[in-house]
């Protein structure tokens, strides 16, 4: 079992910045493909970044491309996504997974980018 608890979102002007927080706890947080995924209202959830167990790989959905950065602390047990260049289309509520494929899931942060 992991638990998954994100942390970071906010209200943010267009072309603000802000970063996000998963903090885990519980199985080894070391051995999971971490990801952030993304629900805006009356729409799928969808793909927004992973970064590999080791670190050394990191995918991007092509919309966040260059704006979004994935990144780990294996020592704080956490996994962070930094957003810049905020659009008001990257409203939602953000989650993070852990697993590959994804297997346990936080509760979600909302982020709301006004334009």
């Known amino acids: 079992q992991v638990q998954l608890v994100e942390s970071g979102g906010g209200l943010v002007q267009a072309g603000g910045s802000l970063r996000l927080s998963c903090a885990a706890s519980g199985r080894t947080f070391g051995s999971n493909t971490m990801h952030w995924f993304r629900q805006a209202p009356g729409k799928e959830r969808d793909f927004v970044a992973a970064i590999t167990m080791s670190g050394d790989r990191t995918y991007y959905a092509d919309s966040v491309k260059g704006r979004f950065t994935i990144s780990r602390d294996d020592i704080r047990n956490t996994v962070y996504l930094r957003m810049d260049s905020l659009k008001p289309e990257d409203t939602a509520v953000y989650y993070c997974?852990?697993?590959?494929?994804?297997?346990?899931w936080g509760q979600g942060t909302q982020v709301t980018v006004s334009s």
């Open positions: 997974a852990a697993g590959s494929p994804p297997e346990y």
